[in-house]
């Protein structure tokens, strides 16, 4: 083990100059770096008391990204959560306020998005694409049907196949 109790607080202000971390990160990453664990203890009660760590605060910040940017759905933004050191109790709560119609939206969003790279091909590729994109960004089945069923007018007709 290396370091002393102020080169661990020194190295997670570092870490938190650089973009905001949860507790577990913060952990993570001072072990990863050789502290022992009396030093990590210490240097997280600091951050804490200093209120420099806030989980609800990060994960009201990553939930508003994962919404808005990266466009998941409900299992998307848990395991985006979980990803970054958020407490499965804090993510379900944060979670919480996410309504079926703001992640529906958030289907429309990335569809209509995608639906500009996929206008020339057959409605069945279509079809089978924007499911994959969206199983993928954690959205559920019952909100892949319902936005996909609502793009139904803008598939292009088959292509008819040639004749024999």
């Known amino acids: 083990m290396t370091g002393s109790a102020t080169e661990a607080k020194r190295y997670a202000l570092k870490l938190l100059h650089y973009r905001s971390r949860s507790e577990k990160e913060i952990i993570q990453r001072l072990k990863r770096k050789g502290f ?17 760590i806030k989980d609800n605060v990060l994960a009201s910040e990553l939930f ?3 919404t808005e940017n990266k466009l998941l759905g409900r299992k998307g933004i848990q395991a985006f959560l979980s990803n970054r050191g958020i407490k499965k109790d804090l993510a379900t709560e944060t979670l919480s306020c996410l309504s079926e119609d703001t992640e529906k939206e958030t289907a429309l969003r990335l569809v209509e998005k ?10 069945n590729v279509i079809k089978r694409r924007l499911w994959g ?17 609502s793009l139904s007018n803008e598939f292009p007709s088959e292509k008819v196949a040639a004749s024999k």
């Open 36 to 52: 022992d664990d009396n030093h990590i203890n210490d240097t997280v009660e600091f951050l804490k008391n200093a209120e420099l």
């Open 133 to 149: 994109m969206l199983e993928r960004r954690g959205f559920s089945a019952e909100i892949i049907n319902e936005v996909i069923k």
């Open 64 to 66: 508003r990204n994962a």
């Open 114 to 123: 995608k639906m500009k790279v996929l206008r020339n091909h057959p409605k």
